[in-house]
Each structure stands twice: as C-alpha cells, then as structure tokens.
C-alpha cells in the first residue's frame, strides 16, 4: 500500500496573510500568475529526511466593475510523497474555478467551484498545514455550486447551495483525486471502507464585526447540511455540521477559537460509525460523529532584516482537536508551531514543527484509520518547511 501524502500542499494560510500579491497584469482586468514550490521533509519516528520540488500552481484572476473569476490549479507529481507516480503531473486537480456578478460593492454571487461558507473565512488558522478541520471536511472547502456574498453594516452574510463536490482530477485514487477533503468511494487500501457522495449541500455563515477594547474581533455562526448518497445500497443519509467561530487582532497579535460540532448518518452497508473521505490522490476513514475544536494564535515581527533582505516574519502556533462521540474511538490532535518570513519580493519561506496523537498526518500513526479508531495513540512529531516562488 502507497502511504498517501502528507498534506501541507494546501499552504495557502500565511501565504494570505504574509505575502504582498504579485501576478502578472495581462490587461487591465486580467492577472495570470503562479506558485513554484519545494519540501524538506523531516521524520525522525520513519527515518525520512528528503528535499524535493512539490508544486506548480498557475492561477487566473479577472475582475470588472461586474464580473469577476479566479481559478487555480495544482500539478504533484513522481518526488516524495507521490513517488509512487512517474512523473510529475500524474497527480494534478483544481483547487477553484468560478464566475462570479457583483451587484454593488457590498453583494455578489459565485457560480462553479468554490468556497462553502463556514467557519473562519477561508482558513481556520495561519499554518500552512492546514487544522484537522481540513482533515475532516469542514475547512478549505470547495464544491460545485452558487455562494450569495452580502455585507450590510458590520454584519457580513454568506449563504450556498452546492450540488455535488468537485470533480475528480488526475491520478490513482478511486475518488480522492480532489483538493478539498470530501466523501468518496474507498481506495481498496481502506479498511471496511464506504462509498458516499455528497450531493445537494446548503451552508449558510453569518458574522459581525466589533471592536472590544481595542481588538478588532469577528463573532459568527455557521451551518451546513447535505445528502450522502451511499452508492452500495443506493440510500441516502445526511452530513449535518454547526460551528461557532471567534477572530481577534491587535497591533501584531492575532488569535482565532473555533467549535464546530458534524454529525452525519450514513447508509453504509456495514458499519454506520464511520465515512470514508479522500482528496490529495489518497482516501481514508473518519468517525461519523465529533466535536472539533481550534486554537490559533500568531505574532507578526514588523521591520526588514539581513540588509531589507528578510521581511514579514511572523510566529504562529495552532492546535486543533478531533473529540468522538461513542464506539470508544481514540480521539485525535494535532499542534503546529511555526515560523514564516519572505525572502525579498517573492520568496516565501515556512518551517513548522508538527505534533500530533492518532493524526493520519504525523509520524507513523494509521493513516486510514487514525481519524475513526484510532492509531498509535502515542505523540509523534515531524518537521515541514515550505520553501515557494511566487509571482
């Protein structure tokens, strides 16, 4: 069995927030740019020291007084952890790709691939290993459907009917090869594995601004409902998730707390207690019922270092949780400590320490079976560094 990735090729969450945007002005509506990136893996529990070329990712912006589009593709490939493939872009799929009306400057509409609304918008924290919420289907999430956009006032409404999750790219997985993390027809890798679609979600997230003593805060709530479509006994059961999300900032400080509760009751043949998820050319189980909780803080280092060389340096920590309800499963966690800077314009460095208990991510704990049972259910730690030309 191939040891499907680990997943810090999402790595879009201090690129956000740290990196100035660069692309390439094809007109006065048109960008075109991309992201050229390399990988020091470093675990000590599995003997694995490597450095390798990880990503391409060429995206496209347009933007007029009304319309407006995005869209982003990622290409892996042949170099660790897809040594499995012969050559690089045997793994390749869309991050986001959609079409989108602004009404005014406060509403507009998205139409294709894009983000479901919930929770802390568009990311749960500032690593760029993404939360266990990613991990679980709840974060970074793109699916095929209409999202509405409004802000009235401090308040900022998003609501969204999605119709199915992304279609399938290139690669070997059975139903995995997707960005987002959603439910999919098992690798034959997975034990008891299932075979779910999800189809005909609405999600709806509303937020409000405030100012407490000085910390610019977001206060939301967020939901989420949608049918699974159990293709091996062709009923349907249901993902249901509510989330409570808090974002803080002051001067260089910033903290974010997340609470999001998912259920879903699917039709498996066999065992209802858990679903298979896949994405990133690899599929994996995780319990059908939990509580997800995160917490994030981050401090920005202001001023230029190394001869105005070395900019944007920012600490961050996170630490997320995955705690299951009944079967006696072995709950999982995951904390990450980092550090980011830029080097000059356009070269965007991240080191983070990973460390994590019954997390398919870390170490040498199951990667099919740590976010349902259980794995090791011991902490196991590796270290990840970024290293990515943006333009």
């Given at each position: 069995?191939?040891?499907?990735?680990?997943h810090?090729?999402?790595?879009?969450?201090?690129?956000?927030?740290?990196?100035?945007?660069?692309?390439?002005?094809v007109?006065?509506?048109?960008?075109?740019?991309?992201?050229?990136?390399?990988?020091?893996?470093?675990?000590?529990?599995?003997?694995?020291?490597?450095?390798?070329?990880?990503?391409?990712?060429?995206?496209?912006?347009?933007?007029?007084?009304?319309?407006?589009?995005?869209?982003?593709?990622?290409?892996?490939?042949?170099?660790?952890?897809?040594?499995?493939t012969?050559?690089?872009?045997?793994?390749?799929?869309?991050?986001?790709?959609?079409?989108?009306?602004?009404?005014?400057?406060?509403?507009?509409?998205?139409?294709?691939?894009?983000?479901?609304?919930?929770?802390?918008?568009?990311?749960?924290?500032?690593?760029?290993?993404?939360t266990?919420?990613?991990?679980?289907?709840?974060?970074?999430?793109?699916?095929?459907?209409?999202?509405?956009?409004q802000?009235?006032?401090?308040?900022?409404?998003?609501a969204?009917?999605?119709?199915?999750?992304?279609?399938?790219?290139?690669?070997?997985?059975?139903?995995?090869?997707?960005?987002?993390?959603?439910?999919?027809?098992?690798?034959?890798?997975?034990?008891?594995?299932?075979?779910?679609?999800?189809?005909?979600?609405?999600?709806?997230?509303?937020?409000?601004?405030?100012?407490?003593?000085?910390?610019?805060?977001?206060?939301?709530?967020?939901?989420?409902?949608?049918?699974?479509?159990?293709?091996?006994?062709?009923?349907?059961?249901?993902?249901?998730?509510?989330?409570?999300?808090?974002?803080?900032?002051?001067?260089?400080?910033?903290?974010?707390?997340?609470?999001?509760?998912?259920?879903?009751?699917?039709?498996?043949?066999?065992?209802?207690d858990?679903?298979?998820?896949?994405?990133?050319?690899?599929?994996?189980?995780?319990?059908?019922?939990?509580?997800?909780?995160v917490?994030?803080?981050?401090?920005?280092?202001?001023?230029?270092?190394?001869?105005?060389?070395?900019?944007?340096?920012?600490?961050?920590?996170?630490?997320?949780?995955?705690?299951?309800?009944?079967?006696?499963?072995?709950?999982?966690?995951?904390?990450?400590g980092?550090?980011?800077?830029?080097?000059?314009?356009?070269?965007?460095?991240?080191?983070?320490?990973?460390?994590?208990?019954?997390?398919?991510?870390?170490?040498?704990?199951?990667?099919?079976q740590?976010?349902?049972?259980?794995?090791?259910?011991?902490?196991?730690?590796?270290?990840l560094?970024?290293?990515?030309?943006?333009?």
């Amino acid at each position: 069995m191939k040891r499907p990735l680990l997943h810090i090729g999402v790595g879009a969450c201090l690129i956000g927030s740290a990196l100035p945007a660069f692309a390439i002005q094809v007109t006065d509506n048109l960008q075109i740019g991309a992201a050229i990136r390399a990988r020091i893996d470093y675990d000590p529990d599995r003997d694995i020291e490597k450095l390798n070329f990880d990503t391409f990712r060429p995206y496209i912006n347009y933007t007029s007084d009304s319309w407006i589009a995005s869209a982003r593709y990622r290409f892996y490939g042949k170099a660790y952890p897809y040594q499995y493939t012969k050559k690089f872009g045997d793994i390749s799929f869309p991050e986001y790709a959609w079409v989108g009306y602004k009404f005014d400057e406060n509403r507009q509409v998205q139409v294709g691939l894009n983000q479901v609304p919930f929770g802390i918008q568009p990311y749960f924290s500032n690593t760029v290993t993404e939360t266990l919420g990613y991990t679980l289907g709840l974060e970074d999430l793109n699916e095929v459907g209409a999202k509405y956009k409004q802000k009235f006032g401090d308040w900022d409404l998003q609501a969204g009917y999605y119709v199915r999750p992304a279609f399938q790219g290139k690669g070997t997985s059975k139903g995995g090869v997707t960005y987002s993390n959603a439910p999919t027809d098992a690798d034959s890798y997975v034990t008891d594995g299932s075979n779910n679609q999800e189809r005909n979600m609405v999600a709806l997230r509303i937020a409000k601004a405030m100012d407490l003593g000085g910390w610019k805060t977001e206060l939301g709530a967020s939901a989420l409902t949608s049918e699974l479509q159990n293709r091996d006994t062709d009923n349907n059961g249901r993902r249901n998730a509510l989330g409570l999300h808090l974002t803080s900032s002051k001067g260089p400080w910033t903290t974010g707390f997340l609470a999001a509760r998912q259920q879903m009751s699917p039709r498996n043949p066999g065992n209802d207690d858990f679903v298979t998820l896949g994405g990133y050319d690899s599929s994996y189980n995780i319990a059908s019922r939990g509580t997800l909780l995160v917490a994030d803080l981050n401090y920005d280092i202001g001023g230029k270092y190394l001869g105005d060389t070395v900019n944007s340096i920012k600490l961050y920590s996170n630490y997320s949780t995955f705690l299951k309800s009944g079967n006696g499963y072995q709950d999982t966690q995951r904390y990450i400590g980092g550090v980011s800077f830029m080097v000059g314009n356009y070269v965007f460095i991240a080191t983070e320490w990973i460390f994590g208990k019954n997390d398919p991510y870390v170490g040498g704990s199951s990667y099919t079976q740590s976010l349902a049972a259980g794995g090791t259910n011991h902490w196991e730690n590796q270290v990840l560094s970024n290293i990515g030309f943006y333009f």
